[in-house]
């Protein structure tokens, strides 16, 4: 062990190469082995001790066991010194392992450590890239003297085939450490020494030869070519321009026709002019070639000092022209000078020239050469001017440092090359320097340096063979090469070019896999290329990706001859290529790769290979028998093609070759017997056939191999017989031989060997770096220093020493490093103060600290976790250096920490209370930290989900967080749940709960429920932002949720009543408890949305999650919508809080605006479009404003036509109805909009909507009052008031009116009432009694200005006293019967039956008299067997003769049809019993009258108890109450039905075509006078009535009570006022379902049949139905009586030429009987809905209402943190896309008129400005804020 120890000091570990590419994952992998090993001894040392302490005879002495386990601990902190980089992330969990002796052994390693000094800089991401840069320097070391000891010891070792290589290495590190000077100095220096004579310098290929040429070509090409370009071109132009030109003197080689002399003169032009172009281009030549020459020339002159200086500067021009000038004009195509290749011609004349200008450089003339020595004269001439150029060019000059061309270290094809070249030639480096004179005073450290950094870095990559081909060549040739290659086969390498796959990180990987490569060269001299089968993993790795690669790095050898190695070692089926892949290969690799291929050696085929070959045998069947493979069965053999040094397989697959124990003449059973080898190795066991089996047409041997991890068993079944289990394999192997059992036991041995090697459990420790290490280091020493176990707490005391002295941490001398200290226990004191004075002194540590604690923590017992918050705590402040850090790395650091404390935090169950104290509390504390803490738990608790544990545990840990800071917290809580509500009004969604950022709003809803106890939620300095929150989220969500809202306003109002910052007086206290009482009791639970729920609190508290269950946040049901009016009362109940708060507590909080600030929140949703919180927003508005300008009230109205527009969102029309109405009141008493509410009212009263009617009718009550309040009324009749109103608008409103069968020119107060009868009808009752309030305000109203009792009977009033008549004892004992019914019944009917009995009678008597020019229509049942049916009852009678009636005079006769059974505005509203008829086929009008109802004929009929009818109805209504918002719904799919062409007609029209267009019936002549006192009737449609004044009579005095009729002809003398009041009476009773009210009616009805006989007819068929009814199922005697008046006055009365419903039509009140039914979903709501826009725009622009746009400032204060983002114009904008309608939509022709009656809008709301849009507003700077609440 201690020569274990000794030679792993300062060894660092060599993996053989990896199959999986990454050489860190090897290394890493071989020190987790070594690791292992050595930490399984020090268990046996440990279990020896234990058992030589029990059994004192053991023979191993103690003092032996503690020197093993000390050596150990020396080799393991050998092991990781040496290997920091890859050992420290495995070895760092010792530090925690379970075992205190196994700790303390680490903590002593890691001392050791810090002690040796390691650097731990290698554990850096760039230590590879450090490590090359310090080998660079090593190679680029200059010694004292100025020598290069390492470059130069390369360069004298390095073989001749590599010089160019390392020349070009030399050059581009060197200058790019800009010690090119120096290198060319001693390279130029040994290659002068060397010399004999100055003649022969540089003519060899020698280094400094190879050298120089490199830097002439890299640094001097760009001069040539701008120098000699043009002159060489030139020589072309003459060329093609003059045929004949030739340059050649030789007379041997002249062709015919030539002229020596002229060619010559030629020679001697060209030659003058480049040369002369040469020596004046001195100012030109590279600054780098001058530095070159310069060195050159002082070398030479101090080697040859004797010469003369003429003769060094000869050395020089001969350098420059023969290694620079002169080969690139010979070659200028190929030196890259010109584009296009020389003629021959021209090649010869440079040539000639070259050989001129070489000796001028060289100072000779020419004497050998006869045909040259004509020039022997040019050269004389030119000597000294070549002699000035080469002076000028190499005198001394200042070098500017461009670094232009400078490549650096970083080009890595450098860097490698050079580290490839040192690993080859290390040997031979150290032996020269060794033995070298010369550099034994530099010694041997920079080459021990130089060992260990190429120890560190391994063995170089494969590199391919660039050294034969310089740079340019490469690039020509490629160029040249592709430009000509066939690319039809490589399609393929185009489609991946062109999508950069070579860039991609995927293609990266598969590169570093070296699954292809090239390496060496084969004794041919042919590039070698080896394909790993192994490393290509089926489904891994990207097939096309594998083939690109393959033809990247085969595309430089394309043209000439390879050769390919393929190593099918332990091949498989997971590296097989699948079919399809494999036929791809044939088809994308080129013919040319084909063609050149040489051989291909098969090494290792197996068995498995064999059988892929027999399955593809159609794909492969070319290769068959193909001489080019070579199959190699054993390494030898491969030697024969490629020579050892070259051979470049994988190590794994070489090492499969040492150690062997072989055992031949084995035999492998199966179904076929074989004859084989079987070879047990280090790491495998190869089973060799000794039999040649067929590959692919060869005979070969196979070779199969399973490595030590594969052996499941062995097993030995006799002497010679054992089987091996190998997994993947189908079954096991069996083999006889005679030494099995030596056999067995080594197989056993290799896989005992393999486990020992694998740690039990792989526990990696995340990646180090350098500057993690103290940190790392540092919870592991103060963890374990308080630990129970006394040697651990000693070496845990000596590491921190190691540690802050390593580190140089600033502990200020607290700490000395001693043996044997006695260290109690219990010192968490200590290691706390410790703690606390390194959090304050190296607070650049905390980040990696707190990582490793946190590490740590989960590793730890529950002592040591108490200790380990103890000592965290300290460290937490430090967090904020780096949140505030501008560096992302470093606020992600701590993002991560603190995700990674609020795991601990979930997962820790047992500390739970202690983190929360621990941790949360101080991380509170720190203001800077609380945004990042707060992202990190809402990102957590999203993650999980509303309701879920870890959400749960978020919300309760900010309480823990709050603790320490409730303002800041509180504030930064409110404020982000106020940003994300604000949020969702930039992409806004039908509901809160179907947004996007629904879980963060609910999640911070809980975090806000849990903060509300105890004051944490600062409610003083808060409340409006609370309330606020409060009424957006009130009901949304699910249970719990909705239960949480409830809690919160109970906690608010507790912490309220105990906040100390408030002081209340004892009125004040008693206010706030008994609200507290108050939103506790069931009607509030309703009002919260949590009815069924026994206690909120509970509720709020119960979770019912599930993981994956998403129903926990879906929002309710449509029924548990909440209704505006819920909104309303918490509203109210909440100002009243606040209300309270203000008066109470405005002295003790200076400033206090919480009701404005409130009321600007609110505001800022109001004016937004936000279809989930806009509606609610208008009704907080409007509950809270204290007041209110025109301008706001013009908003609203702008907002509601554009909802109006769509007419979708109901709720947000009925919310902003709603407002208008809170804030009426509120408006200046001079403002005109008070007139413009009542016609707002009156149009959302047509809309047919039973939530909107409702509305509509507090809106027109709270206008009434309004008015009444502010004086208006006082004087005037609200009728002339109101119409001159709407007098501008009269056009939009005609149409209104016209739509609606309700004239308000025609008669105002009828139409009124007409809008108000339906509010009979509304199931709330609440908006039945608002009803008859506002009819009672409508008749004092009315009554006021004409002086009278409010009672009297007048045209003016009678609209409202007949409406009234029926639900008021005070308007029914004032307004008296002139004639009880009494006295036209016949008194002697003792019962009903009877009664119908003469009834019947009568009526079949006088069914045709008075009915002239009509056919008898009495319906006659007949039974089967053709008599009379005996139970002809009266309602048949009656209903036939009032058909027939109806026929006559084309009215609507369908009204009689009752047996349809839903009941339309036609058909009458009470329930009816349908009975089966015999219908007559005879005209349609006797067949209408035949399909009315007939009792059963046995025993007369079946009647329904009224009681019975009452209950039934009680529960229609109650139905229909809760289903009020499908019905809005199903108005809404209605609208968007509905037919978008606009015909304005009333409904009347619908019955005259039913009754008429068919039969060919003729509209009603205009009826006749009658010779009654009524004669005033005006002709319709020819006079404008006036129903303000009574014609015929003169004005009345006061009347008495018993004079004051309700139907008083003297009084009522106008026949169209007659005709209105009985058709309310009539619509009333038609439409009532309350027995008391119909007979009521009734009564009323009987006497106006006697007083207005005439005018009767016109409501009869209204009534038709309703009197069948009565008659078959009524038991009220009065009622009966009131019936059978009226039947005889109106058979009395009957004349062809009465009016009927069509009257009313003509007098502008078709709609009156219709409108007042109940609600129906009628597609005509949407036609309504457009006029009143269209009336809206109107009112905007043509009354030009009062107010300008509003100005929303940011509510917010600037603590909250909120900037504005208001979208105000989308609020109009973007109600309904269905809707929109830009400017350019509208006729903008205010003065235009429609003449068709096509719909002109006047001047939309849209264009009212060409700056503004409607509904956007002018916005202030959003960044305006309101000053900060503190």
Not at 87 to 98: F, N, P, R, V
Not at 174 to 191: P, R, T, V
Not at 1132 to 1144: G, H, K, N, S, T
Not at 1299 to 1304: P, V, Y
């Amino acid at each position: 062990m201690e020569a274990v120890a000794a030679l792993l000091a300062g060894l660092p570990l060599q993996p053989e190469e990896s199959d999986r590419g990454d050489l860190m994952e090897a290394k890493s992998q071989l020190f987790l082995k070594y690791l292992t090993l050595f930490m399984n001894l020090l268990n046996d040392c440990s279990e020896e001790e234990q058992d030589k302490a029990m059994d004192p005879n053991r023979k191993r002495s103690t003092s032996n066991l503690s020197a093993l386990r000390n050596c150990t601990v020396q080799a393991m902190s050998n092991l990781l010194n040496a290997n920091i980089d890859s050992g420290l992330m495995h070895s760092i969990a010792l530090g925690y392992h379970k075992d205190p002796q196994t700790r303390a052994a680490f903590m002593e390693v890691l001392t050791k450590i810090l002690q040796q000094g390691t650097e731990f800089e290698t554990l850096a991401e760039t230590a590879l890239a450090d490590r090359f840069e310090r080998l660079v320097e090593l190679v680029t070391m200059i010694g004292d003297k100025g020598e290069l000891p390492i470059a130069m010891a390369l360069a004298t070792v390095v073989p001749t085939s590599q010089m160019d290589e390392l020349a070009r290495v030399f050059v581009n590190l060197f200058d790019a450490k800009h010690l090119l000077y120096q290198l060319l100095w001693n390279m130029f220096s040994k290659e002068v020494e060397i010399a004999d004579c100055m003649q022969t310098l540089f003519r060899g290929n020698s280094l400094a030869s190879k050298i120089m040429a490199y830097c002439f070509r890299f640094y001097g090409l760009g001069y040539l070519r701008e120098l000699l370009n043009p002159l060489i071109m030139e020589m072309f132009q003459k060329e093609h321009s003059c045929q004949q030109i030739s340059f050649e003197v030789d007379p041997a080689r002249l062709e015919a026709g030539e002229n020596i002399e002229e060619n010559k003169k030629n020679l001697t032009i060209i030659t003058q002019k480049v040369f002369n172009a040469i020596v004046g281009s001195a100012h030109k030549f590279p600054s780098k070639l001058r530095s070159m020459c310069h060195c050159l020339f002082h070398v030479v002159n101090q080697r040859f000092q004797q010469s003369t200086g003429e003769a060094v500067w000869t050395v020089i021009g001969t350098v420059i022209f023969l290694r620079f000038i002169n080969p690139a004009i010979v070659s200028p195509y190929e030196s890259g000078i010109i584009d296009v290749e020389a003629t021959p011609k021209i090649k010869r004349g440079l040539t000639l020239m070259c050989k001129i200008m070489q000796n001028i450089a060289n100072h000779l003339l020419f004497t050998k050469e006869n045909h040259m020595r004509g020039f022997n004269d040019i050269l004389k001439a030119n000597f000294e001017a070549g002699r000035r150029f080469f002076t000028e060019i190499a005198s001394d000059v200042d070098i500017p440092d461009t670094g232009n061309h400078s490549l650096s270290f970083i080009n890595d094809a450098n860097v490698l090359a050079l580290h490839r070249l040192l690993w080859n030639n290390q040997e031979k480096i150290g032996d020269y320097l060794s033995s070298s004179r010369d550099h034994k005073a530099v010694g041997r450290r920079p080459f021990d340096k130089m060992a260990t950094l190429l120890a560190y870095l391994g063995p170089p990559e494969h590199r391919p063979l660039d050294s034969q081909l310089s740079m340019t060549k490469i690039h020509l040739l490629a160029d040249s090469r592709w430009s000509s290659m066939d690319m039809t086969s490589t399609k393929f390498e185009e489609i991946m070019s062109k999508h950069n796959m070579h860039e991609k990180d995927e293609f990266k990987s598969l590169k570093n896999l070296h699954i292809f490569y090239q390496a060496g060269t084969s004794r041919a001299g042919n590039p070698v290329f080896y394909y790993i089968a192994r490393r290509y993993k089926v489904g891994e790795i990207n097939g096309d990706l594998l083939i690109y690669h393959v033809l990247l790095t085969l595309k430089p050898y394309y043209n000439k001859p390879f050769e390919l190695a393929i190593d099918f070692t332990h091949t498989c089926a997971e590296n097989r290529f699948r079919t399809d892949f494999l036929s791809k290969w044939f088809v994308v690799m080129p013919e040319v790769v084909y063609q050149n291929i040489v051989a291909t050696y098969i090494y290792n085929c197996n068995s498995w290979v064999r059988e892929y070959t027999k399955f593809h045998d159609r794909i492969l069947t070319p290769l068959k028998g193909n001489r080019k493979l070579v199959f190699i069965d054993h390494p030898a053999r491969l030697n024969e093609y490629i020579d050892v040094d070259h051979q470049k397989l994988p190590g794994s697959t070489v090492a499969l070759e040492e150690d062997l124990k072989i055992s031949n003449n084995a035999l492998k059973l199966s179904h076929k017997d074989t004859k084989v080898t079987i070879k047990v190795g280090p790491n495998a066991i190869q089973i060799t056939s000794a039999e040649k089996s067929k590959v692919l047409g060869h005979q070969v041997l196979l070779n199969d191999v399973y490595y030590a991890s594969e052996i499941e068993e062995v097993c030995l079944v006799d002497d010679n017989q054992f089987t091996l289990t190998i997994s993947n394999e189908t079954g096991p192997l069996s083999f006889i031989h005679n030494d099995c059992d030596n056999i067995v036991h080594d197989i056993i041995h290799i896989r005992t060997r393999w486990e020992l090697s694998q740690p039990d459990t792989v526990t990696v420790h995340t990646k180090i770096r350098p500057k993690d290490v103290p940190g790392t280091l540092l919870n592991v020493a103060l963890l374990n220093l308080g630990s129970s176990d006394p040697s651990l707490r000693s070496a845990a005391y000596n590491l921190l020493c190691a540690l802050t002295q390593t580190f140089d941490l600033k502990i200020e001398g607290q700490l000395l490093e001693t043996t044997g200290l006695c260290i109690p226990a219990n010192n968490t004191i200590f290691i706390k103060s410790i703690s606390e004075t390194l959090a304050a002194n190296e607070p650049h540590l905390t980040l990696e600290f707190l990582e490793e604690c946190i590490q740590g923590f989960g590793n730890s017992n529950i002592e040591l976790k108490h200790l380990c918050l103890e000592y965290i705590t300290p460290w937490l402040p430090n967090l904020t250096r780096f949140c505030r850090h501008t560096d992302e790395n470093k606020r992600q650091k701590v993002a991560l920490i603190l995700d990674k404390l609020i795991t601990m935090t979930i997962e820790e169950v047992e500390m739970y209370p202690s983190i929360q104290a621990k941790i949360w509390g101080n991380i509170g504390q720190v203001a800077d930290l609380l945004d990042m803490v707060l992202d990190s738990f809402i990102k957590r608790s999203v993650t999980g989900g509303l309701g879920s544990i870890q959400a749960e545990i978020m919300a309760d840990t900010a309480v823990a967080l709050t603790s320490a800071n409730v303002q800041l917290v509180s504030r930064k809580v409110i404020g982000r749940l106020c940003r994300l509500i604000d949020k969702t009004c930039t992409s806004p969604t039908p509901t809160l709960e179907q947004h996007l950022m629904w879980d963060d709003i609910a999640i911070l809803a809980r975090y806000l429920l849990m903060l509300s106890f105890n004051n944490s939620l600062d409610v003083a300095s808060h409340l409006p932002f609370l309330f606020h929150i409060v009424t957006l989220l009130v009901c949304t969500g699910p249970l719990s949720l909705r239960a949480s809202t409830h809690g919160l306003v109970i906690n608010i109002i507790h912490s309220l009543c105990t906040c100390s910052q408030l002081q209340f007086s004892e009125n004040t206290l008693k206010v706030l408890k008994m609200s507290l009482a108050e939103f506790s009791l069931p009607k509030f639970y309703q009002l919260f949305g949590i009815s069924k729920v026994k206690s909120a609190a509970v509720s709020a508290f119960r979770t019912s999650f599930r993981p994956g269950d998403r129903s926990f946040t879906m929002s309710p049901p449509e029924h548990e919508k909440m209704p505006l009016c819920s909104l309303e009362t918490i509203v109210d109940a909440l100002l009243e809080i606040m209300e309270c708060q203000f008066q109470a507590c405005n002295k003790d909080i200076r400033n206090c605006d919480w009701l404005q600030q409130w009321t600007d929140l609110s505001k800022r949703f109001a004016f937004q479009y936000n279809p989930a919180l806009q509606p609610r927003a208008i009704i907080v508005f409007g509950c809270i404003s204290k007041s209110v300008t025109d301008s706001e009230i013009k908003q609203m109205l702008k907002i509601l036509m554009k909802a109006l527009e769509s007419f979708q969102d109901l709720v947000l029309i009925e919310s902003i109805v709603m407002c208008l109405t809170r804030l009426q009141p509120m408006l200046r008493a001079d403002s005109p909009i008070h007139k413009f509410l009542f016609w707002v009212a009156i149009s959302v009263l047509q809309l047919d909507e039973v939530s909107l009617y409702a509305a509509g009718l507090s809106l027109l009550e709270q206008n009434l009052h309004t008015l009444d309040n502010i004086g208006i009324l006082e004087n005037d009749s609200l009728e002339r008031i109101m119409m001159e109103t709407r007098d501008p608008l009269q056009w939009h409103f005609k149409q209104l009116d016209h739509a609606m069968g309700l004239s308000f020119k025609a008669n105002f107060n009828f139409a009124l009432v007409g809008h108000l009868l339906k509010g009979f009808r509304h199931p709330i009752q609440t908006t039945v009694s608002r009803t008859i309030r506002v009819l009672h305000h409508l008749l004092a109203i009315t009554s006021k200005p004409l002086g009278r009792d409010k009672f009297e009977v007048n045209p003016q009033t009678v609209p409202y006293l007949a409406a009234l008549v029926s639900v008021s004892e005070e308007v029914r004992s004032r307004c008296h019967l002139k004639h009880r019914t009494s006295q036209y019944m016949m008194t002697d009917s003792p019962s009903s039956d009877s009664l119908s009995a003469e009834m019947s009678q009568t009526v079949s008597n006088t069914a045709n008299q008075g009915m002239t020019g009509a056919p008898s229509n009495v319906s006659v049942s007949t039974t089967s067997n053709g008599t009379m049916s005996s139970a002809t009852s009266i309602s048949q009678a009656h209903s036939s003769s009032s058909v027939s009636t109806a026929a006559s005079a084309s009215s609507g006769s369908s009204t009689s049809v009752a047996a349809t059974p839903p009941p339309t505005p036609a058909s009458p509203a009470a329930p009816q019993t349908p009975v089966p008829t015999t219908p007559t086929p005879t005209t349609p009008a006797s067949t209408a009258g035949s399909q009315s109802q007939s009792p059963p004929s046995s025993g007369g009929p079946i009647r329904q108890k009224s009681w019975e009818l009452l209950d039934q109805q009680a529960m229609t209504a109650a139905k229909k109450a809760t289903s009020v918002p499908h019905q809005i719904q199903n108005a809404a799919a209605n609208v968007a039905q509905s037919n978008s062409a606009k015909v304005w007609r009333s409904l009347d029209n619908e019955t005259n075509a039913a009754a008429g267009t068919g039969a060919g019936a003729v509209l009603p002549s205009r009826p006749p006078l009658f010779k009654t006192r009524s004669s005033s009737m005006p002709v319709p449609g020819t006079k404008k009535m006036d129903s303000g004044k009574s014609q015929s009579r003169p004005v009345r005095g006061s009347v008495s009570n018993e004079n004051n009729i309700l139907l008083d002809p003297e009084v009522l003398t106008d026949y169209p006022t007659q005709v209105l009041v009985l058709t309310v009476l009539a619509t009333l009773v038609r439409n009532t379902t309350d027995e008391n009210e119909a007979r009521i009616l009734y009564e009323y009805l009987a006497e106006a049949s006697v007083v207005f006989p005439k005018v009767f007819p016109v409501i009869h068929s209204l009534m038709d139905a309703k009197i069948n009814n009565v008659l078959n199922l009524c038991h009220d005697q009065a009622i009966l009586n009131a019936v059978q008046c009226i039947i005889q006055n109106m058979i009395a009365c009957e004349d062809a030429s009465q009016q009927q419903l069509s009257y009313l039509m003509s007098i502008g009140f078709g709609g009156l009987w219709r409108f007042a039914g109940t609600f129906t979903k009628s597609p005509q709501s949407s036609d309504t809905a457009e006029l009143f826009v269209n009336c809206l725009e109107a009112m905007m622009v043509e009354t030009c209402l009062p107010g300008d746009d509003l100005d929303i400032l940011n509510p917010y204060p600037s603590s909250l943190g909120i900037s504005s983002n208001l979208n105000l114009s989308s609020s109009m904008s973007s109600l309904s896309v269905g809707s929109m309608h830009s400017p350019t939509d509208k006729d903008n022709d205010k003065n235009g008129s429609g003449a068709n009656g096509a719909r002109i809008r006047h001047g939309s709301a849209n264009n009212v400005s060409s700056k503004n849009r409607a509904g956007s507003f002018k916005r202030k700077d959003s960044k305006k804020k309101i000053d900060s609440l503190d």
